[in-house]
């Protein structure tokens, strides 16, 4: 059971991820969380870091879809500044997103990655899927009121990860596998 929940890597940051750690992997397709993944949850603006991350993907002509639980409006407006697809109220860790995602992407599940700074909706949702995940640690230390209790929740699971690896552990690229 504890097996679901383990990320394929454990990345510092989104921004760390480079096409060629992508390529060297045969990922051609990244599927992201939105809120303390991409952009910090309590603001609606995009980064000059999270900019230049997406555009350094764009000229390497890998794509990147937004899966968000959150309200179609937050996720419009900020995909559509960004010039994302996205799917909202993805409902993670359902595997209805994914799907959605694949057909979108016409991609096998095996050449598409996960990022997210949750283990309960988007590490999950990514295993149950079948498709390699990234954890990053969240971009804020707080987090939306809804959020804490997944929060809660992780920090038992997490405990519960390393104490089974105790070789598992934080790295700065896909390069740094976690054991």
Do not use: C
Not at 45 to 54: G, K, Q, R, V, Y
Not at 58 to 82: C, F, H, Q, T, W
Not at 83 to 99: M, N, T
Not at 106 to 128: K, S, Y
Request: overall charge negative; glycine content about 2%.
């Amino acid at each position: 059971m504890l097996e679901w929940f383990k990320p394929t890597w454990m990345v510092n940051s989104i921004y760390s991820i480079t096409p060629d750690q992508l390529r060297k992997n045969n990922i051609k397709a990244v599927l992201t969380d939105l809120d303390n993944t991409l952009i910090a949850w309590n603001n609606p603006e995009a980064t000059n870091e999270s900019l230049e991350w997406i555009q350094m993907m764009e000229e390497a002509e890998i794509p990147i879809m937004i899966l968000s639980n959150n309200s179609g409006d937050r996720v419009k407006s900020v995909a559509e500044y960004l010039e994302l697809d996205y799917i909202h109220r993805s409902l993670k860790p359902s595997r209805r997103a994914f799907r959605l995602a694949q057909e979108q992407l016409d991609l096998p599940a095996e050449e598409m990655l996960m990022v997210g700074d949750q283990i309960i909706t988007d590490v999950l949702g990514a295993n149950r899927f079948g498709i390699r995940s990234v954890l990053v640690k969240p971009l804020l230390e707080s987090d939306a009121w809804n959020t804490k209790i997944n929060r809660f929740i992780e920090l038992r699971v997490m405990d519960l990860l390393f104490k089974a690896d105790p070789n598992m552990e934080w790295g700065d690229s896909l390069d740094e596998p976690i054991s």
